[in-house]
């Protein structure tokens, strides 16, 4: 098993930056792809961005060019650096961590509220 904490969430004008924190505890060894996903009110949970163990990026993109996703493995925490916010990102942002495998398992946080105001 594996566990996901998220921190970094809160309230921001338009414009203004916020960093998120995952940091992972438990199996974290079987670990591959650490990622963000965001979910607004009425609608599907999307990717933000992920990141491979061995650094490959993939970016949504609706935030390419203002976010930036970041893991340092030592730490077992990835990061998600946003700036240049808008009203649009808000949203609950959830932490990922994917170990391959058969089968495939996926484990979340518990969600932090990110709010932009315009």
């Known amino acids: 098993q594996v566990q996901l904490v998220e921190s970094g969430g809160g309230l921001v004008q338009a414009g203004g930056s916020l960093r998120l924190s995952c940091a992972a505890s438990?199996?974290?060894?079987?670990?591959?792809?650490m990622g963000w996903y965001r979910q607004a009110p009425g609608k599907q949970r999307e990717l933000v961005a992920a990141i491979t163990f061995g650094g490959s990026t993939n970016v949504a993109d609706s935030v390419k060019g203002r976010f930036a996703i970041s893991r340092d493995n030592a730490k077992n925490t990835v990061h998600l650096q946003m700036n240049s916010l808008k009203p649009e990102d808000t949203a609950v942002y959830y932490c990922n961590a994917v170990s391959p495998g058969f089968p495939i398992k996926s484990y979340w946080g518990q969600g932090t509220q990110v709010t932009v105001s315009s």
């Open positions: 438990g199996s974290i060894i079987s670990i591959n792809t």
